[in-house]
């Protein structure tokens, strides 16, 4: 039996190693040797018991299984399932620990195997030092180079005084002006960050137009955003200065080149995630993840029913629905937004016609209608739901694009024992943990190619109004972004 | 129950601090706070159950018994008998290990114990500061960091 055990010290904090280290099928993207990795039998990549199968640059391949994952002891275990490099036996574990005098992360990456005769040495030099070593040297680049990037070499005392877009009082696209914004030293909790990309969502209009009270004038709008790290406040540990990160959530105020907030609702992007497709997709994707797993943990072979289905977060909807194994039919209204939604994924599309949305629902299940309805249509639409609804069947109303629902009857989800849900997307993203679960879900499926996150239109940040025009006038395709005007000038 | 953890770098190789630290009488040597120990009854040092009584530099007194001691780990966990800290259940650990990266040593220090919870910030400063970090600072002086 060969044993082999190898440590060092990353000088970074054990967060930023282990956030690295954790993603047991990210190696592709740090470790030098590995080529391309993938999760099998569509599996996370913390999921215990998740097979990786990876190509070495050498051309060799290996599966390897995930037996173990601590993030209190940040530690996990893995054992090879095959591979063309003849390791028997392989189990091999990653410790990391804090070293507290100086915040730095003792790493200690241990196995043991068998070999066949003769080839102990040279596979114990393979692992030693083309992989363990190879490894730290790999990950201590990243995360020191992280660490001492972007804005983070001089602190920065005092505010930094931006420009954001914000209104004076509610009304129309023509209320929105440039007003000065200042973000002061983060205080504890916070973090401050200056921004590169700021998606624009529906709720921004509601916002202005005063239809939703998440902002009194006169202040910024906006709820989503991406940038980079100047400065932490203190007790924030999951994040830290010259890192890329985004949002998506109130409190509005995220039309703006710089910004002061909260750090528990600030997630890490990952590395091959670029700032304008974040920036495009969390509000979006995050919305999409709850309310397919969390609202209703939609099921292979249930049938889910996705109106606006052409839409920003119904596109998303079609295509993860569909992944996940469910029959998805889009409810639309025009023959363009019906091919693409079959482009993304609904199996069916239904358009106006002669029979009602309920009649052609059960014409396309056998009279059986929908599992589960996304409905963000709301007033002129409810009814509609209700009756397409199988028994036991599920109506999640996220949204009234169409108007206030108002009130109504609920005796109708009597007849057929239905479940109405109306989420709120506060709900779901209040708190550190709910954002990073909800976030390595969406992530993940982005890496994987589940969802995409197309950017249909971009607009200067100062040229915000007519971003805001072209959303209540529907001349938009798929998401909207806005450039601060500075970047603008270099990227343009 | 209150948890203390201090780690540490020290610059040489594992099994030369592990000379310095494995000796359970030796805290006057390596330890700024102890005054000077001696092995109860006459047994050695490394003989799993035996109790070192010392003295600190400010004139407290303690007992503590050897739990455990591993020359393949470079571990040693021990449990206080007697003391003037008011923690109960108090049990400790010394580990060291290798750092085959540039010949160090990582060394952790735990401590687990229960107490009045008024004194628990003060015990943890206490011992995680004045002790724990004193010693390990001492042993980078010595062996480097």
Known sequence: ?492 | MTKVYVSSVIGAPADRIWDSVRDFNALPDWVPAVAESRIEGGQPADQIGCVRAFRLQDGGFLREKLLALSDYDFTVTYAILESPMGVENYVATLRLAPITDGNKTFAEWTAEFDCDPAAENDLVSTIGTNVFQAAFDNLKRRFGG
């Open chain 1, 1 to 492: 039996m060969v044993r082999i055990s190898r440590s060092t010290v990353i000088d970074a904090p054990i967060g930023a190693v282990w956030e690295v280290l954790r993603d047991f099928n990210g190696h592709d993207r740090w470790h030098p040797a590995v080529r391309k990795s993938l999760l099998e039998d569509g599996r996370k990549t913390d999921q215990v018991g998740c097979v990786r199968n990876f190509d070495l640059e050498s051309g060799d391949n290996i599966r390897e299984r995930l037996l173990s994952l601590d993030d209190r002891t940040h530690s996990f275990r893995y054992t090879i399932v095959d591979a063309d490099v003849p390791l028997l036996d392989y189990v091999s574990e990653v410790v990391l620990k804090p070293v507290t005098d100086g915040n730095k992360t003792f790493w200690r990456w241990t196995s043991s195997f068998r070999t066949p005769p003769g080839q102990e040495k040279h596979l114990e030099k393979l692992v030693a030092e083309g992989v363990y070593e190879a490894g730290f040297a790999a990950v201590r680049d990243r995360v020191v180079r992280e660490k001492s990037g972007g804005f983070s070499q001089a602190p920065v005392q005092g505010e930094i005084k931006g420009q954001g877009i914000g209104i004076a009082r509610y009304g129309d696209a023509s209320e929105l002006t440039v007003m000065p914004v200042t973000a002061p030293l983060p205080g504890r909790g916070e973090i401050r960050l200056r921004q590169t990309a700021i998606g624009v969502n529906f709720i921004d209009v509601y916002c202005r137009t005063g239809y939703f009270k998440l902002l009194t004038p006169p202040g910024v709008l906006g709820m989503e955003a991406v940038g980079t790290v100047v400065d932490v406040g203190p007790d924030v540990s999951h994040l830290r200065s010259g890192q890329r990160v985004g949002y998506a959530c109130p409190p509005a105020g995220s039309y703006a080149t710089v910004r002061t907030m909260d750090a528990a609702l600030v997630v890490p992007l990952p590395e091959w995630l670029d700032d304008e497709t974040a920036a495009a997709g969390l509000l979006k994707g995050i919305t999409a993840e709850f309310l397919l797993h969390r609202v209703h943990a939609v099921q292979p072979g249930e049938t889910v029913l996705v109106f606006a289905p052409a839409g920003g977060v119904g596109r998303m909807l079609c295509q993860w629905a569909n992944r996940l194994g469910a029959t998805v039919i889009g409810a639309t209204s025009t023959p363009e937004k019906a091919r693409i939604a079959q482009a993304n994924g609904a199996r069916h599309v239904i358009l106006p016609g002669k029979k009602s949305l309920e009649d052609q629902v059960r014409d396309l299940t056998g009279g059986k209608g929908a599992d589960v309805i996304y409905d963000a249509v709301g007033r002129d639409t409810f009814d509609h739901s209700v009756a397409a609804l199988s028994t036991c069947g599920h109506l999640v109303s996220f949204g009234q694009a169409s108007g206030d629902i108002g009130p109504r009857d609920i005796g109708a989800l009597a007849s057929r024992s239905a479940t109405l849900s109306r989420p709120n997307y506060g709900d779901y993203t209040d708190t550190p943990d709910k954002v990073k679960a909800s976030t390595d879900r969406l992530f993940d499926a982005i890496r994987r190619g589940i969802i995409t996150v197309e950017i249909g239109q971009r607009f200067k940040l100062s040229d915000a109004a007519s971003a805001h025009r072209a959303l209540e006038s529907r001349e938009t395709t798929a998401s909207t972004v806005l450039i601060p005007d500075e970047q603008w000038r270099d990227t343009v």
